[in-house]
């Protein structure tokens, strides 16, 4: 059992000494603390080295003693000084409000926070990018391992449970564009270009643009929020424990997935804005559906379809791996779920807005305009 704390005050030729022995510990300190506020100084050491046991109240005693007579500490046994020292350093001050930054360098610090996050990011997708070609080539050459009924199920996820609002939304953008083209148009007489412009827009760019940026937001958020749950609860290192590639089981199926059905959901987009368009240039242009469609086939070529079609599964694939890569991600909690899900949808449609534009550029360039 520990002893009692007891405390002896020595004079020495180098000043007046404070020898504490015994237990410093909460239940065998008694009336020690009381006894320390009375002793006045100067006392030039407090000496531990008779000291069996201290906790963090006897090693708090022990400093607030120290500072307020001015002493040196000195004997303690190397844990009791480690424990001396960290409740010396909550004695530091805290800034309650942090130091005020000007404007400017708060500007700049955030710029280049985000430009650091930026390129981080990037960074780790392309990483991720290679991930699922390698895992891609691991299932080329073991096609045993493919998982059909997982890809089909994401078929119908992405694919067939969107063709409703997909089908709407196109079907209003094509009558959006009839409209506000034939408002322009009618200034110069030129109505019939009207056809032209839904025609030609609808099937270079808006058609799969627009069915990109919906995807990305039912199922690039989709994918991020399941695989970060999957990841909270440690089900994908339960896979990884298993010996089931992450990679294979869930991420290859949802990126196979979106890369077959962006095709053809951007072509369905496309039939449903032209024909948005139809019936706009019926109702307000007195334009017979016939005659749309025979202007539409002397006016739209064929390179017009096919660049929509072959970017539909770049923006698939961007879509997937964003939503999969930043669902990978997630860690700590599950506020980190939800920024990571907004973070797949924002990425996911910046990167096909700014692969769209060098598309664009680039379809130019080999004479299909």
Known sequence: MNKA????????????????????????LHDLPDRLDAVQGPVETIDLSDVDHMDTIGA????????RLGSQISGAHPDAQRLIDTVGALDDPVSIHPDSVPALRRVVGQIGEAVSTAGSTMLGLLGFFGATLVAAWSLIRHP????????????EVVGVSALGIIGLMSFLIGIVIAQQGSVQLRQFGMEMLTI???????????????????????????????????????????MRTIGVSPMEALVLPRTLAVIIMMPLLGFYASILSVLGGAFLCAIALDI??????????????????????????????????????????????????????????????????????????????????
């Open 5 to 28: 704390a007891s405390l002896a005050e020595e004079q020495s030729d180098g000043g007046s000494v404070l020898r504490l022995s015994g237990s410093l510990a909460i239940a065998s």
């Open 288 to 369: 017979p559906p016939i005659t749309f469609f025979q202007r539409l086939r002397e006016v739209v070529p064929i390179t017009d379809l096919w660049v929509g079609l072959i970017k539909a599964p770049v923006f698939g694939l961007i879509i997937a791996i964003s939503g999969c890569f930043q669902g990978m991600q997630v860690k700590g909690n599950a506020e980190e779920v939800g920024l990571r899900t907004t973070a797949a949808v924002v990425q996911a449609i910046f990167l096909v807005i700014v692969i769209d534009a060098f598309f664009a550029v680039f379809f130019t360039w080999v004479g299909w305009n």
């Open 144 to 155: 045993s391992r493919f998982r059909v009924n997982a890809v089909v199920q994401r078929f």
């Open 60 to 67: 708090w005693t022990v400093h607030r003693t120290a500072k």
């Open 196 to 238: 032209n412009l839904v025609g030609r827009l609808t099937f270079r760019e808006l058609g799969v643009l627009m069915t990109a940026i919906m995807v990305a937001g039912r199922s690039g958020s989709a994918f991020a929020a399941q695989l970060g749950t999957m990841k909270l609860t440690e089900e994908i290192d339960a």
